[in-house]
Each structure stands twice: as C-alpha cells, then as structure tokens.
C-alpha cells in the first residue's frame, strides 16, 4: 500500500478498487491489522448485490491499546479509522465467510476485539498463542492458520 506510515482510508480502499477490477465469490481478502480495516471500509464501499468470497483478518482491530501509539503522530494518523463509523451490515451483505486470526498477547489489539468481529460479521474466532502483533519483530515468519483459514472459506479444506 502506498504510503504505510500515513495511511489513509480513502487512499488505500481506492487501491484495492483500482486491484481487484471485478470481484466476486473466488475473490477473497487477507488483511493484517489496519489491512483488515481497509478491506471492511473496501467491502462496505461495494455495490449492492456484489458478493465475494470471504476475508480472513489477522490481528484487526476496531479499537487499539496505549502501547499502539508512540506519539501524538500515531494518535492522529489512526484517528479517521477508529472515529469513521463501520457499517457491518452492509459489509455482511457481500459475504459470510469471515475468519478473525488474533493472538493472546497482542500489546496493540485488545483481546475484547475478537468478540466484535464474532458478533458483528459472525466471523469464526482463532486464538493464537503467544505470536504478539504477528509481525516480523514478533519472530512471525509463517503462520499455517492463515493458509488454513483461506481454504476453509474457499471450500477447498
């Protein structure tokens, strides 16, 4: 995405726009933290009767914790997408595939995010043990329940 240390809605869901020319339901999301709001803005930017495949979210987040900022910079850049409202009505309508990666010691998602993405999308909750934020930092190279995730929601698992 262009620009990762600002980035913006509207930047980034055109980006995705500008990608994924004609989705459908062999279309399917993967996101990473703020890639997971940017594919719920995406979704909910969709023409009515669009469907796509599914998402699978790896450490989303609809609220962060203190230690996500380590200035007032990261406060502002991080303010439009925890003050723009989601519409997670619309965004259920162009799928129900949704699968939420977190991990139990995340120190920038609060655990209680989970239970969002389960009662807002209906998404099925995975619980991973001890991978942090799952960035490179973190040790986390690899991760099989993204691949597994993807399969499932593709049928092919």
């Known amino acids: 995405m262009p620009n ?3 980035p913006e809605i509207d930047v980034w869901t055109s980006i995705i726009k500008e990608k994924v020319v004609t989705p459908d339901e062999q279309t399917y999301f993967v996101g990473h933290s703020i890639g997971a709001q940017t594919i719920l803005r995406y979704f909910q930017s969709l023409e009515k009767g669009i ?3 599914g998402a699978v979210f790896l450490a989303g987040w609809v609220n962060l914790t203190p230690a996500a900022y380590e200035d007032e910079r990261d406060r502002e850049i991080v303010k439009p997408w925890l ?7 619309k965004i259920k309508t162009h799928t129900d595939k949704f699968i939420a990666i977190f991990s139990d010691n995340d120190r920038f998602v609060p655990r209680e995010d989970s239970q969002i993405f389960k009662e807002k999308l209906g998404a099925k909750i995975i619980i991973e043990h001890n991978k942090g934020h799952f960035s490179g930092t ?3 190279k690899e ?3 993204i691949l597994d995730s993807i399969l499932k929601i593709a049928g092919v698992s």
């Open 143 to 145: 991760l099989q329940s």
């Open 138 to 140: 973190d040790g986390i």
């Open 4 to 6: 990762p240390l600002n």
């Open 83 to 89: 003050e723009t409202p989601i519409n997670w009505n």
């Open 51 to 53: 469907k796509v495949g």
